[in-house]
């Protein structure tokens, strides 16, 4: 054995002292703040590159902070045995340090063989001066011959624990040909390599379910936050596993920076007492003595290879030769170098079994609002334990200029260069963004549930603050929205994503839980409200595999791209995208796109069964359908069996990808709500009635009324399988038509037009409003009413039977007695209504009478005893001859 691998053994292997754990704290970058149920509507961007470059990361509530870091350790355990197992180091999909590791496949590594021989040594003012003048940490030591490997010491088992890296180095030995195969050049290859991680599917890694209402989970080791139950299409936001922060602001430092500041302070041991006598000794010399003192931050390999050759290649020996290939060294390839011995040496220092010291994730912000920066020209200064000082070369020690920073600026608190900090402090980042109290905030605070993803949310109320303060954590409402024409579009333009919309929705349900107005109205076992998006058009393409015709000379097979003019291309994209649903809808294509509604919704609701166990038993599903969704919803609903098949009463255990498909829904629904919706219109098509459906057991109905003529049978077009039915109708809409016709026509007329409520009551007047009546009829207590008898003029004229059919079909499809309500929007003496007619179709999801109306009518009390007055059907006045 060597002396130089008796010294390396001697100062990294055997050195006992590890650094302290730092307090790491992960942070995303994303529009949505997850954790507070008031979060803003997202900004209208070009591309999701432009959003995060421009949004100051979010720190995860320290709730969910614990439970990753936690996830992140038993994750690391878990990938170093399982490339231990395999003899390999970590690919870079496996690996849960990705920062400054993603080209090993294109180079390996010096790692630890390289390292510093005094990295783990403390500095003393004797040889400061030689770390001043020359890069750390990196090229300094002589490398560890092959043969120390097979020679035993305490500290071998240690060498291989962090990770494998050095032994697949060594296994590697015999192929260096492969490290320089014209693959690595190759971009397409480069291209592929991201997929590596559905190839191999026994890679460990983790999802962990983050956030408020547990709508998200982190991916690890890849690190992105990703949507549970909706396809994202931007909205997949990185996560960084910050360690140092900017001391200003709390944000993290840019991972690789972070890295290299740890793997000095890993090197200098700052945390010691030895430390604070070197600075104490520093500043009674002078500049002079800071001027040893300094750290700098980044090495530069690169310069030194290339004016040094043949010394690099006699200090690495046969090892250099392995582990650098062909291609031409630039400053980004050595500073990805130097970040992974960086963390190497960081992974030496904690253990295989000891805190995870490492920055990892990737940085889309910097603490200038800009892109991540690096300082590349940088020197540290580590003032104590916890806080260092980035410094340019014009604010470093010289004793030329007399510069002493640390004696003139940091010992005496005055700001100096760029202040970084070393683990998160929660009190300083309160203190820095206070949180802003209000009663909207309050209520949204009150009103917000969550999904029992991770834990319980009963559970999770006694630790995690975010849900602290709900009244109904535990969802008993799930409600499946599903869109109409136009989310093409989106794949273009971000701001039109149908799951914004609907994000925005979500938050304003949770606000009206949270109004005391509403809660009085909401029957006593009722639990929360969870609102999730059916995006059924995003993965459907009517261009691709349509026909499967043998090759013939004669046959002309076109699409929309080959009749489509190249005149005004944005405009017909916006045609496209946008109104050629509805003719795909009714040609040939109209099974494919129901069958796309059904498996969406189906698979939204079997993942939400697995995260909430016994949903499928005691919750309720409604159904918001807007635009051609509701024409859909009908379709489908028709052919729904009235309750779903014993077989399928565990949607857990169902297979969706079985053949044929499933044709139905796998859930019974309670509520109907149609926005924006031309059903009507079908129907008249078809030529089809709105009817109840016979063997229906609606909670309250009359049972003696489910019977024939009354309801119809399963598959008859406008015979739905539920329990309520709701047409809301924005006057300004134009595609929108009413429903109560479909049912009875003469008993439609004989109904006053039905208004929603209004939220807000007028100056003079509480009338129209959802609380000008007692909440007698939500705690289940209709009061008596005495039956009005009927005048001569219309014993004379009416038809009762006919009438009473009507009438009991009506409370059949709606405890309220009808169907249709018109929202108040728009209006004013200035009013354009044709201009007001541009916004109307999509105006459903932020008009607070609509979203009071659904959270009211999900959670009254059930069957007709359960409605609320203003929702009630009331009949027109008949005006008497003489």
């Not at 006992?16 to 703040?33: D, H, N, Q």
């Not at 492969?178 to 050049?185: A, P």
Request: proline share 9%; charged share 20%.
């Amino acid at each position: 054995m060597t002396s130089s691998t008796n010294q390396y053994i001697r100062q990294i292997l055997h050195h006992s002292e590890a650094p302290p754990p730092v307090k790491a704290r992960f942070f995303y970058t994303s529009p949505l703040a997850i954790d507070d149920p008031l979060s803003p509507l997202p900004p209208s961007a070009q591309t999701a590159q432009t959003t995060y470059a421009k949004l100051p990361p979010r720190p995860f509530s320290e709730f969910d902070n614990t439970a990753l870091d936690k996830a992140w350790h038993d994750l690391r355990r878990k990938l170093l045995r399982y490339n231990e197992e395999r003899g390999e180091k970590p690919k870079p999909h496996a690996d849960p340090e990705p920062t400054g590791r993603q080209e090993k496949g294109k180079k390996a590594e010096l790692s630890v063989l390289s390292t510093s021989p005094s990295a783990r040594r403390p500095a003393s003012a004797s040889d400061a001066s030689t770390r001043s003048n020359r890069p750390p940490v990196i090229h300094e030591a002589p490398a560890v011959p092959p043969d120390a490997e097979n020679h035993d010491t305490t500290g071998t088992p240690f060498i291989r624990a962090p990770s494998m890296r050095r032994a697949d180095r060594i296994s590697s030995r015999p192929q260096p040909q492969l490290l320089d195969s014209y693959q690595w050049d190759d971009p397409s290859a480069k291209a592929k390599q991201p997929k590596k991680p559905q190839a191999s599917p026994e890679t460990p890694s983790a999802k962990i379910a983050v956030g408020v209402s547990r709508l998200h989970h982190v991916a690890m080791p890849d690190l992105n936050l990703e949507p549970i139950y909706w396809r994202p299409v931007n909205d997949v936001s990185p996560v960084v596993r910050a360690t140092w922060f900017y001391k200003d602001t709390m944000l993290p430092v840019e991972p690789s920076v972070a890295n290299m500041l740890e793997a000095g302070y890993t090197e200098l041991q700052p945390w010691t007492e030895t430390w604070s006598d070197e600075l104490n000794s520093a500043i009674e010399v002078g500049a002079a003595g800071e001027a040893k003192i300094l750290h700098k931050l980044w090495p530069d390999l690169f310069k030194r290879l290339e004016s040094r050759p043949s010394t690099a290649r006699t200090e690495m020996g046969s090892v250099t030769s392995m582990n650098l290939d062909d291609e031409p060294a630039t400053a980004e390839k050595d500073r990805e170098h130097a970040v992974e011995i960086a963390c190497d040496i960081i992974d030496i220092a904690s253990g295989v079994d000891g805190v995870d010291n490492k920055a990892s994730g990737t940085s889309t912000y910097s603490s200038g609002g800009g892109l991540p920066r690096w300082y590349p020209t940088a020197g540290v200064v580590y003032a104590n334990a916890n806080d260092a000082y980035i410094l340019k070369p014009n604010l470093q020690p010289s004793a030329y200029y007399g510069r002493r920073p640390l004696a003139n600026y940091i010992r005496k608190g005055r700001k100096l260069g760029i202040a970084v900090i070393r683990g998160f402090d929660q009190a300083a980042y309160d203190r820095l963004y206070p949180t802003k109290k209000s009663s909207t905030a309050t209520k949204a605070e009150e009103g917000v549930s969550s999904s029992q993803s991770g834990a319980p949310p009963n559970r999770r109320q006694k630790s995690d603050p975010a849900l602290a303060h709900a009244e109904r954590p535990k969802v008993t409402e799930l409600i499946l929205v599903i869109h109409g024409i136009g989310q093409k579009l989106s794949e273009r333009m971000e701001s039109f994503h149908f799951t914004h919309a609907i994000n925005a929705f979500r938050r304003e349900v949770s606000v009206e839980l949270g109004t005391d107005g509403v809660k009085s109205r909401l029957r006593t076992n009722m639990g929360g409200i969870m609102v999730l998006p059916v995006n059924w058009r995003q993965s459907l393409s009517f261009e691709d595999g349509e026909r499967d015709i043998p090759d013939d000379p004669a046959l002309n097979d076109f699409g929309l791209k080959d009749i489509t003019p190249e005149t005004l291309p944005s405009v017909r994209n916006i045609v496209s995208d946008v109104m050629l649903d509805v003719p795909y809808y009714l040609s040939h294509h109209q099974p494919k796109m129901i069958a796309a509604v059904i498996g969406e919704a189906n698979r939204i609701y079997k993942l939400w069964c697995q995260n909430n166990p016994g949903f499928a038993q005691h919750g309720r599903v409604h159904i918001i359908a807007h635009s051609l969704g509701s024409v859909m919803a009908v379709d489908i609903l028709s052919k729904q069996p009235t309750s779903i098949p014993a077989e399928l009463s565990d949607p857990t255990i169902v297979d969706l990808n079985s053949s044929p498909p499933l044709e139905h829904f796998l859930f019974n629904t309670s509520g109907l709500f149609l926005c924006g919706s031309p059903a009507g219109f079908f129907l008249l098509l078809k030529r089809a009635s709105l009817m109840p459906r016979l063997g229906k057991q609606k909670p309250g109905a009359n049972l003696s009324s489910i019977r024939k003529p009354i309801c119809g049978s399963h598959g008859t077009y406008g015979c739905l399988a539920v329990d309520n039915i709701y047409n809301i109708i924005n006057p300004y809409d134009p595609v929108s038509y009413r429903l109560n016709a479909t049912v009875d026509a003469p008993y439609a007329s004989s109904l006053k037009s039905a208004w929603v409520p209004t939220a807000s009551p007028g100056w003079f007047s509480s009338s129209g409003s959802w609380f000008y009546s007692s909440p007698e009829g939500a705690s289940g207590n209709r009061p008596d009413q005495l039956p009005r008898l009927p005048s001569n003029v219309e014993l004379e004229t009416h038809n009762f039977s006919r009438e009473e059919i009507a009438e009991q079909r009506m409370l059949l499809l709606n405890d309220n007695g009808q169907i249709d309500y018109f929202l108040k929007y728009g209006g004013g003496p200035l009013e354009i209504q044709y201009l007001t007619m541009l916004g109307a179709h999509s105006s459903y999801w932020l008009l607070k009478d609509f979203v009071r109306m659904i959270v009211l009518e999900c959670g009254r009390g059930l069957g007709r005893d359960g409605t609320i007055q203003g929702m009630r059907a009331t009949k027109k006045k008949t005006q008497l001859t003489t």
